[in-house]
């Protein structure tokens, strides 16, 4: 990728970018109704959406970030990623082998939490792309696991990944479906559920705070990259990881949890949180999580 990649203006933002997805998306009920109408079936009440979801298993990995993590009642998963060509190819995009390590990352922390695997959770890993991903004309592709010798035979280890092709332009899908890819594609809103998306990104263009930490975000990483893209593209990481979990943190506390039970949720060690919580106390009771940021940043405590 060239250093000087042009960026996107702010206002120009649309549901396909993936910051603006990650943010809307963060609002447990459209993000229901999202989900809703790409599986065609309804789902229990989410939980706490997490978007930038990230698993790292020792200080030295590196850290696996999923866009849209949430889990309903019913204790199944969904991940959601939003995926666009970006000027690659889309074998350039290995969706398959994300798909696998995205299932790998998924397990395992249910595993650390909960020490049996009999206790998995269902789970559902859907990439909506704006381009087809297997150049097969289908509007959708959904992969379970299946014995070669007798497909009707499923081995029931309730994983699911589904493919969507926004750029279909078949017969063999629902009216509704349609609408929503036609919505992430050009922006065109025509039923209820597109036009809650299209005013949820009005009202985030107009969002200061988003507006910054999306500038912050890309003047980070292009600053960092005029001393190497690798070097870069890692303090970019590292500055979203700090920023989002000062963004979680501040939103825990601002629903009256304990540092002790925002340590469990966050899975971070509680001496970290601690110091993110005694510095938000200051914006108390708005916990302004910019405002923490900075203050955290310049006492260099994060």
Not at 24 to 35: A, G, H, K, Y
Not at 73 to 92: C, G, P, Q, W
Not at 119 to 131: A, M, Q, R
Not at 232 to 252: F, I, N, P, T
């Amino acid at each position: 990728m060239s250093s000087n990649r042009v960026m996107k203006n702010y206002e120009e933002l649309q549901f396909r970018d993936d910051f603006m997805f990650g943010k809307i998306m963060e609002d447990p009920e459209l993000c229901r109704e999202v989900l809703e109408r790409l599986l065609e079936r309804p789902i229990s009440p989410l939980k706490e959406v997490q978007t930038q979801r990230e698993f790292r298993y020792t200080e030295d990995d590196k850290p696996i970030r999923l866009d849209v993590y949430n889990e309903d009642s019913d204790r199944i998963v969904y991940d959601a990623e939003m995926e666009n060509l970006n000027h690659k190819t889309v074998e350039a995009h290995m969706l398959p082998r994300r798909s696998r390590y995205y299932q790998g990352a998924i397990d395992i922390d249910y595993m650390d939490k909960r020490d049996s695997y009999k206790k998995l959770p269902d789970s559902n890993i859907l990439f909506i792309c704006t381009f087809d991903p297997f150049k097969q004309g289908l509007s959708r592709y959904t992969f379970t696991e299946r014995c070669e010798e007798n497909p009707e035979l499923t081995l029931g280890d309730g994983t699911r990944k589904i493919f969507y092709n926004c750029c279909y332009e078949g017969e063999e899908i629902s009216e509704e479906v349609k609408k929503l890819y036609e919505f992430i594609l050009n922006g065109k809103a025509d039923d209820e559920l597109t036009k809650k998306l299209e005013k949820a990104v009005d009202k985030g263009r107009r969002n200061a705070v988003w507006r910054t930490q999306y500038m912050k975000e890309w003047v980070l990483l292009q600053d960092a990259r005029d001393d190497g893209w690798e070097e870069g593209r890692e303090e970019g990481r590292e500055e979203g990881r700090d920023w989002h979990l000062v963004e979680q943190v501040c939103k825990k506390l601002r629903r009256g949890k304990s540092v002790e039970q925002i340590a469990d949720e966050v899975e971070e060690d509680i001496s970290h949180v601690q110091a993110i919580c005694s510095v938000a106390e200051k914006y108390a009771p708005e916990y302004d999580h910019d405002k923490v940021m900075e203050t955290l940043h310049a006492d260099v405590m994060v």
